[in-house]
C-alpha cells in the first residue's frame, strides 16, 4: 500500500517532466515501436475505465438542475470556442490544413477528467466538475462527430459512422463499465488497495499511449521543422482561450468562487488522450501533434490558472475587507 501510494506521488509531482521526455523518447526511437503502436486504442479504453471508477452517476442531479448553465457550456465548450479556434488556427496556418485540423481537434474533444484532480486541487466544486465531465462523456459520441463534421468537413474527409462507433468504444463503454465497477468496490472496504493500484495502472496507461502515440508522428516532424514555434504559440493560445471564456461563463450563472474554479477547469482541460487515438486514426498523423503539445501543456498550464484563482481569492478577500472597514466607518 506504501509503495502504491508512494510510487503515485512521486509520477504525480514529476508529471510535468515525465512527459516531456518519454515524448521526446518516443519520437527518438519511433521505428522500434512502430509494431507497439496498434495497442493505443486498447491502452486508452482501460485508462477511461480506470478513470470512471470514482465517478458517481448521482452527482448529475448537481448540474441538470441548472440546465441554462449546462446548455450554455456544452454550446461554448463544443461548438463556439471550437469553431473562433478553426478560424484563427486556419489564417495562421494558411495552406496547411493539418496543423489547422490539429489545433482546432484539441477544442473539439470530451471533456477530461484530469480536471477533476485540478479542482479538488483547487478546492473547487468537485461535483460540478464530476457532473459535468460524466454528462459530456455520455454524450460525447454524438456530440463530438455532429461538431468535427461542422467545423471540419471542409479540410478533412470524416467517416463519421466510424467516429461514431469509436467514440463509443474509447469513451463511452469504458465509461459506464468503470461507474459501475467503481460502485462495486464501494461497497468493499477490505479492498483498500484497489483504489491507488488502479490509479496507478492508469498512469501507466497514459505514459504509454504518450510513448505510442510520439512514436506513430516521428517520421512526420519534418514537415514541420520550420513551424514548431508558431504550433506551440498557437496550443499556448488556445488553451489560455478555453479558460478565459468558461470562466466568463461561469461568472455570469454563479457568484461562487468555486464553481469559478469548477467550470474553467471543466471546460479547460479537454482529454487530449482520445484527441491523439482519433487524430492517428482518422486524420494524418501530423494532425496529431497539437493534440500531442496540448496534452504536454495541460498540466503547466492548469498550474498556471492555480496561480490565477489564487490571485482572484486574494483580490475578492481584499474587497470584502475594504467593505467590511467602509461599513464599519
Known amino acids: 500500500m506504501g509503495i502504491l501510494r508512494t510510487t503515485n506521488t512521486l509520477l504525480e509531482k514529476w508529471i510535468y517532466l515525465l512527459m516531456p521526455s518519454i515524448m521526446v523518447l518516443g519520437m527518438t526511437i519511433g521505428g522500434s515501436l512502430a509494431p507497439w503502436t496498434a495497442w493505443t486504442s486498447f491502452l ?6 480506470l478513470s470512471s471508477l470514482n465517478a458517481d452517476y448521482r452527482k448529475f442531479v448537481h448540474v441538470i438542475r441548472k440546465p441554462a448553465l449546462l446548455l450554455t457550456f456544452l454550446i461554448f465548450a463544443h461548438l463556439v470556442i471550437p469553431w473562433t479556434v478553426f478560424q484563427m ?3 495562421l496556418f494558411f495552406g496547411q490544413a493539418e496543423l489547422a485540423a490539429g489545433i482546432t481537434l484539441s477544442t473539439l474533444l470530451p471533456l477530461g477528467v484530469t480536471s ?3 479542482v479538488a486541487y483547487n478546492k473547487g466544486n468537485v461535483e ?3 457532473s459535468l465531465v460524466s454528462i459530456d462523456t455520455i454524450l460525447s459520441p454524438l456530440i463530438v462527430p455532429l461538431t468535427l463534421s461542422l467545423i471540419l468537413s471542409s479540410q478533412v474527409q470524416l467517416q463519421t459512422e466510424a467516429l461514431i462507433v469509436s467514440l463509443f468504444k474509447l469513451v463511452l ?3 459506464v463499465a468503470g461507474m ?3 460502485e462495486y468496490v464501494k461497497k468493499k472496504e477490505e479492498r483498500v488497495w484497489f483504489k491507488p493500484a488502479s490509479a ?3 498512469k501507466a496507461c497514459l505514459y504509454f499511449i504518450v510513448l505510442l502515440n510520439a512514436a506513430s508522428i516521428s517520421g512526420q516532424l519534418h514537415l514541420i521543422r520550420d513551424h514548431v514555434g508558431s504550433i506551440i504559440a498557437a496550443v499556448f ?3 489560455v482561450f478555453g479558460y478565459v471564456v468558461n470562466f466568463g461563463i461561469s461568472k455570469l450563472f454563479t457568484q461562487a468562487h468555486e464553481d469559478h474554479i469548477a467550470i474553467s477547469y471543466s471546460g479547460g482541460v479537454r482529454n487530449y488522450t482520445v484527441g491523439v487515438v482519433l487524430a492517428t486514426t482518422f486524420f494524418e498523423p501530423i494532425v496529431a501533434l497539437p493534440v500531442l503539445l496540448a496534452m504536454l501543456l495541460q498540466h503547466p498550464m492548469a498550474l498556471l490558472f492555480y496561480y490565477f484563482f489564487r490571485w482572484v481569492q486574494r483580490k475578492n478577500r481584499h474587497a470584502e475587507n475594504a467593505a467590511k472597514q467602509g461599513a464599519a466607518s
Open 44 to 49: 486508452f479504453m482501460l485508462l477511461t475505465f
Open 89 to 91: 488556427s486556419s489564417r
Open 116 to 118: 477533476i484532480f485540478w
Open 128 to 130: 460540478t466538475t464530476l
Open 173 to 175: 463503454i469504458p465509461t
Open 180 to 182: 459501475l465497477v467503481g
Open 200 to 202: 496507478l495502472l492508469g
Open 237 to 239: 493560445g488556445t488553451m
